[in-house]
């Protein structure tokens, strides 16, 4: 009723005039609360007045370069040979991918794959108008392109992996118009890289339909969309349940994959399902996620229908037991389109990696006096010592100097460093080598003005360290930035506004960012060397295809590694295996999903299936009967599935909903618990028992500080207590904590208690987040980086996606209901008042309170603003209130303007529904 209200009772125009919103100008507006200390916990944000006091960033202080230092000089070290080994191959020459102009069949038109024109050429604009030689040798391979056998194939990084399992997948989804595919990835950043790259191929493709005259007469009941494939990205959490209605070509995390195929197996709908691309196959061996790969594989290939398998890796070294589990044609290239030149740096020394044996010969045992001149070891370049303090360190000073010489010569570099401190720290030292703002000419100074003004007005506002770095080019990447940072940062440095990136180890496997040149600071991810897979993930990111005729890894590492590094240079890569009967025991998961699914039943069933599993290949049979036999005993004594008088086995309702939810058996066990002593005593009074009951149990390998833990206990109120009471949790014990005191784990009843302890911390941060409490001031209250409170509250959905699925099949849906009004609340990082407000494209949280504040209550009363309005409110509810150049100012209104333009285009679309919705319920 409220919404109709703005548009009935009141015009836009009354409705505006009568709000309280004010345009002062960017240098007068406060900030609507404190953003540290805890004063806010518990405080609701205040309403703001334009007269309060003023807080604002002065524009001298913004991208204020500290002083500027000197990279050091890298000479060759016998300048006769520049030319032949030495010269710096920045300059470098050489011819990158071998063509064939008489290949005919190198030509994606080529009659025996049989792609659509639209295909063909939809890829021609992308870039890809003929393709490498081993992409057709592969693609040629027995039985692919008409989807009979399934592949294995293995090829570099950038070796150009993703296009052959395109095309095999796209012919699929051509070949039938029912025909569904899956492509299946680690990570979030990948799948919507992917979806964006599948749409851009499929556009304007349309499927041909065989029975045309019998549809001719449903024209009315086709969606305008029905011909075309339709490509959709599944990821994260979301109440909305998938069905193959609504995709032609899924992108998947691994988890969500797993959902669609047990529900599609369980609906009996598996059959459409024709082809599955397995992306990133040697995760297979990871027992945290990937082993989801082996359990989704072994169900299709235990399915009567055939489906196409393809998986690929760019780190495989027995690709055969793949081939074998998979029965799969097998293909395996070095090739790479852009060749790399690697490098080892140790005390100075720049060594090519081919001499690494001769290095250690060479140089000795760290700390012994060694010939260096031995023929084999002979440094091509060194880099000289520097007379800053800053760069004593001869590896910082290395990484320092080879940075420096390629952002120079204009060209990307990535540089990877063992932590997130690590990180921060050189792309300061980095960013004061590079040329000073001055220098700069206008248009680079102007993008990375703007893209200062982009970070700037996200809620987290801008980090100090960007603040200092982007005006030379420089940003660090880590997990520690919320999502949007690192997309702002993503963007600028793919389109050449940055130069220089400086991310941990995770960016080489989570997202798509080659460089010029990529810079190991260390090769250690936290403590521990990395190993040969990452290694090459790493060093694997050098060369842009397109953009550099050459990709140059260079691996900084200290004296004391030295021995190690030369080692695992010349490691082997590990050798992928099932981890179904690791310490995690995730063969109890594969067992209850086929019989939660009704693909197995009985012992022989079960045994059908076990056969067809990786764990088959690589393991002894009655190794894997004594396993399969305990994980049916203790699914059977968690009270998950049942056994009748005929051996039959079935699910019970609570292993239904274990699957159904995508628990895993233990976790859904403890949750189990959590629920029913929740539904005994329920504290309904307050919010923190609903909070507690979503959220996440996963290890998120979060410490409590205890200190902040206390002062929220004692900040909580009677309803608050009592939840921890019914928790089992004790006031002492927090107060013992604080003052020092270590938890005991030893027992399983002392590890329960702790699991419940750390679930009420990351608890009390979620109810903040509900709270309307930005995410960084969350995260600046618990000591954490701000990027993990993103990922607990992303998570979060997604995990109380999964506990309302929970509820439902257990029976209790007042509990679900309960749980998802606040999943929505979570959604929005608002109170009750805002989830309206908080469906429309930017307006969450702490912004959804300042347009409520300012009158601006529905969703109706935007929709019908001028966009032009919004921007003063826009400006009140940045957090950080900017003095900029007018120029500037200009800019960054213009940037609000469209903004405020975006979020008026929302609000009308859901305007509409619901006046849709209205029409249709009168
Ligand atoms: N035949 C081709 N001609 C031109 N460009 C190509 C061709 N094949 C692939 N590419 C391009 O090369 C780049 C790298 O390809 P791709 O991402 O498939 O590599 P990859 O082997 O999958 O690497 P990763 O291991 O990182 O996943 C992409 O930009 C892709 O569009």
């Not at 030509?107 to 992409?135: A, H, T």
């Not at 086929?594 to 022989?604: G, M, P, T």
């Not at 784990?745 to 002392?750: N, V």
């Not at 930005?774 to 607990?792: E, F, I, S």
Request: proline fraction near 4%; include cysteine; aromatic fraction near 6%.
């Amino acid at each position: 009723m409220e919404s109709r209200q703005g548009i009935f009772h009141k015009t836009t125009i009354d409705s505006v005039q009568q709000a309280t919103f004010h345009t002062t100008t960017l240098a007068g507006t406060k900030r609507a609360y404190p953003e540290t200390g805890d004063s806010q916990r518990s405080r609701p944000p205040q309403p703001t007045t334009p007269n309060a006091q003023v807080q604002f960033e002065r524009a001298s202080t913004i991208g204020k370069e500290p002083p500027k230092l000197t990279a050091s000089a890298i000479v060759a070290v016998n300048p006769s040979s520049v030319s032949e080994t030495c010269e710096y191959s920045q300059r470098k020459i050489l011819s990158a991918t071998p063509r064939s102009t008489v290949d005919r069949s190198l030509l994606l038109s080529f009659p025996r794959y049989g792609l659509p024109d639209c295909l063909v050429n939809n890829l021609k604009s992308l870039g890809i108008s003929e393709i490498y030689p081993w992409q057709k040798q592969c693609l040629l391979g027995p039985g692919l392109l008409n989807g009979t056998k399934n592949l294995v194939y293995s090829a570099p990084t950038g070796g150009g992996k993703s296009l052959v399992a395109d095309i095999l997948m796209l012919k699929r989804v051509l070949q039938d118009r029912d025909a569904k595919a899956l492509l299946i990835l680690p990570y979030i950043a990948l799948v919507q890289e992917k979806v964006r790259w599948l749409r851009m191929v499929v556009q304007d493709i349309k499927r041909e339909r065989q029975d045309d005259k019998e549809n001719e007469q449903k024209l009315w009941q086709r969606r305008p969309d029905e011909d075309n494939i339709r490509v959709v990205g599944f990821f994260g959490g979301g109440k909305i349940r998938a069905t193959w209605a609504d995709f032609d070509i899924g992108v998947c995390t691994f988890e969500k994959a797993n959902m669609l195929i047990n529900s599609a197996i369980d609906d009996y709908s598996i059959a459409k399902l024709k082809a599955v691309v397995l992306d990133e196959l040697h995760m297979i061996d990871d027992d945290r996620r990937g082993y989801l790969m082996e359990l989704m594989a072994t169900k299709l290939m235990s399915l009567e229908h055939s489906v196409q398998i393809v998986g690929m890796s760019a780190t495989l070294a027995n690709i055969d037991i793949l081939s074998r589990w998979l029965d799969a044609h097998t293909y395996t290239t070095f090739y790479r389109p852009v060749p790399i030149e690697e490098h080892l740096v140790h005390e100075g020394n720049i060594y090519q990696s081919t001499q690494t044996t001769g290095i250690i010969r060479a140089v000795g045992k760290p700390g012994t006096n060694s010939n260096i001149n031995r023929p084999n070891s002979q440094p091509i370049r060194t880099i000289q010592p520097s007379p800053h303090k800053e760069f004593q360190d001869p590896v910082l000073n290395a990484v320092i100097a080879l940075a420096n010489e390629t952002a120079r010569s204009g060209y990307g570099v990535l540089v990877f460093c063992s932590s997130r401190q690590g990180c921060e720290s050189d792309a300061r030292l980095i960013s004061r080598v590079l040329p000073p703002m001055h220098q700069l000419d206008t248009i680079t100074l102007e993008k990375r003005l703007d893209l200062l003004g982009d970070l700037r007005s996200l809620p987290t506002g801008l980090d100090s360290t960007l603040a200092v770095t982007v005006p030379s080019g420089v940003a660090f990447h880590h997990a520690g930035l919320t999502t949007e940072e690192r997309d702002l940062i993503a963007t600028a440095y793919d389109t050449g506004v940055l130069k220089v990136i400086v991310a941990t180890c995770s960016l080489a496997a989570g997202i798509n960012l080659p460089a010029r040149r990529v810079i190991l600071h260390n090769a250690r991810m936290g403590r521990d060397l990395v190993g040969p897979s990452m290694l090459r993930q790493m060093r694997g990111r050098a060369g842009r295809k397109g953009k550099d005729e050459i990709g140059e890894t260079y691996l900084c590492c200290r004296n004391s590694d030295l021995e190690d590094v030369v080692e695992l240079l010349r490691a082997e890569l590990p050798q992928v295996s099932s981890c179904l009967t690791t310490d995690k025991h995730r063969i109890q998961r594969a067992l209850l999903e086929i019989i939660a699914i009704r693909l197995a039943n009985s012992r022989e069933s079960v045994h059908d299936y076990i056969q067809k599993t990786l764990l088959n290949q690589s393991s002894e049979p009655d190794i894997i009967e004594g396993h399969v036999d305990s994980s049916l005993e203790n699914l059977t004594s968690m009270g998950f599935i049942q056994c009748d008088e005929y051996n039959l086995y079935t699910a019970t309702q609570l292993g239904k909903a274990v699957v159904s939810s995508s628990l895993e058996p233990e976790d859904g066990a403890f949750i189990y618990r959590e629920m029913q002593r929740a539904l005994r005593a329920f504290v309904m009074d307050g919010e923190m028992h609903v909070l507690y009951t979503f959220t996440p149990v996963h290890d998120f390998s979060i410490s409590i500080n205890w200190q902040v833990f206390r002062t929220e206990m004692e900040g909580l109120d009677d309803s608050g207590l009592r939840v921890m009471t019914f928790l089992g949790l004790k006031p002492t014990v927090v107060n013992r904590m604080a003052q020092g005191g270590k938890l005991k784990e030893s027992t399983p009843q002392e590890k329960e208690l702790a699991r419940i302890y750390h679930r009420f911390y990351l608890a009390l941060q979620l109810r903040d987040l509900c709270n309307e409490i930005p995410v960084h001031v969350v995260a600046r209250k618990y000591d954490m980086p701000r990027g993990t409170v993103q990922t607990l509250e992303q998570t979060c959905q997604g995990f109380a996606a999964g506990v309302i699925k929970f509820c439902e099949h257990m029976g209790w849906g007042s509990m679900a209901a309960i749980l998802d009004h606040f999943s929505d609340r979570l959604k929005a990082g608002a109170k009750s008042d805002l989830l309206a407000l908080a469906k429309i494209t930017f307006i969450k949280s702490r912004t959804a309170r300042v347009f409520y504040e300012n009158g601006f209550k529905t969703i109706a009363a935007i929709a019908n603003a001028d966009p032009k309005e919004l921007v003063p409110i826009l400006l009140q509810a940045q957090p950080t209130k900017v003095r900029l150049k007018s120029k500037d100012e200009q800019k960054y209104e213009e940037k609000l303007l469209a903004k405020a333009q975006i979020i008026t285009d929302s609000a009308n679309r859901l305007w509409q529904i619901e006046m849709q919705q209205d029409v249709d319920e009168v």
